[in-house]
């Protein structure tokens, strides 16, 4: 589900809201400047705080200016140096609370894509709604298992991780179970460019919309479609989930973003409903991807 950039026209997030993308800067530009605090407190220079710990002169720089996210053990290691281990464990609060924010995939993927779409299945359990924007992919709930394997190849090969893609690829498709149980309800939009990007070969396409036209009949899931000829009211620039009210995750190629905040829950249920108020549904919805189809399948013929 790695997110794209598409702009259709000019229209810009309300100037009143921070992107979580700022807010996990800001976190971390924070973290960094009260360690610096604590440090100057201390009458310590960088150099002399990093000879008392053993470590390279550059890293203290490299903490305080948010070029280097800190361990626990180096909050502990800085705070123990500094006399102010009163401040560690909201310093190590701090921190935890801006891993869950922002996760890098090198970390969090280490051992394999299957953990990660294991992980999914708490949130999935206890989501009653599910509304998912994407402008450039189809969303992995929806994905055939085809589908679903050109996309975890793609993340293998760029971030070099494991390769564990049968058991990823299953442990996704169970995950599409929670599709059919009647006490969850499910809202895509899709942009017509989610069907028309060309991530994997063309009969593996076809049989991705063809799976879209089938899911979009069931009676708790309802898909939307934004046409090419869509004049939108608020541009999409990135795929997001938001899990009823409580969770937004954005995925971009570095990192997910875990967002929690109540303005950003809101700001992003604002966005989805002027998304999915531009979409096309039903017949509609359906006679887009069948015009998609028709036109990709002379390629299959080729």
Request: with cysteine.
């Amino acid at each position: 589900m790695l997110p794209g950039t598409t702009r259709c026209d000019g229209t810009t997030l309300p100037s009143d809201n921070t992107s979580g993308a700022s807010d996990v800067h800001a976190a971390r530009n924070a973290l960094g400047k009260r360690l610096r605090e604590l440090r100057r407190q201390a009458g310590m220079s960088g150099r002399q705080l990093a000879e008392s710990l053993a470590w390279p002169p550059s890293k203290v720089s490299k903490l305080e200016n948010s070029r280097q996210t800190p361990t626990d053990d180096d909050i502990r290691g800085w705070t123990r140096a500094t006399n102010s281990e009163g401040e560690t464990e909201d310093l190590l609060v701090s921190l935890h609370t801006l891993e869950v924010q922002h996760a890098e995939w090198q970390r969090i993927l280490r051992t394999g894509l299957k953990p990660r779409q294991q992980e999914h299945l708490g949130w999935d359990g206890r989501t009653q709604l599910f509304r998912v924007f994407e402008a450039t992919v189809i969303p992995g709930l929806l994905q055939t298992a085809e589908y679903a394997r050109a996309r975890f190849a793609e993340s293998i090969g760029r971030l070099n991780l494991p390769n564990d893609i049968n058991a990823a690829v299953a442990a996704r498709i169970q995950r599409q179970e929670i599709l059919y149980r009647p006490d969850k309800r499910f809202h895509f939009v899709l942009t017509e460019a989610a069907l028309r990007v060309r991530l994997c070969p063309p009969e593996v396409m076809l049989g991705q919309l063809d799976r879209l036209i089938s899911v979009s009949q069931l009676p708790n899931v309802r898909l939307g479609i934004v046409g090419f000829e869509t004049r939108y009211t608020a541009s999409p620039w990135h795929g997001f989930w938001m899990y009823d009210d409580e969770r937004v995750l954005v995925e971009t190629f570095s990192a997910a973003l875990d967002l929690r905040r109540p303005q950003e829950i809101g700001l992003y249920s604002e966005v989805f409903e002027q998304l999915a108020g531009v979409a096309g549904y039903g017949r509609s919805a359906r006679a887009i991807i069948t015009r998609v189809i028709a036109d990709l399948a002379p390629d299959e013929d080729a």
